[in-house]
């Protein structure tokens, strides 16, 4: 490393998006318990696993999730999580 660096034609900001919001949201205890289960599992932070889901059925209204695996899935997360 340089001992110093000259940023005289640097540009703050250039680089920085802000993409999230935060926002105060409601989930059933089992959709949460779900994707933190998912998240120990994959090693993902259950944030980002409830956002991808969101994005996806965004992306693909009617189409993307299919309730009845998902709901079998949830109820089985939910039931490992409680035996521990």
Do not use: C, W
């Not at 994707?35 to 059925?57: C, E, M, V, W």
């Not at 993307?64 to 089985?76: F, Q």
């Amino acid at each position: 490393m340089k001992k110093e660096y000259d940023f005289s034609n640097g540009e703050r900001g250039k680089f920085f998006r802000e993409n999230k919001v935060q926002k105060t949201l409601r989930l059933d205890a089992d959709i949460l318990q779900y994707f933190q289960a998912l998240s120990g599992r994959k090693h993902i932070p259950y944030q980002t696993l409830i956002n991808n889901a969101l994005r996806d059925a965004m992306e693909n209204p009617g189409g993307g999730i299919d309730l009845k695996v998902l709901k079998k899935e949830i109820r089985s997360a939910v039931q490992s999580a409680l035996q521990k």
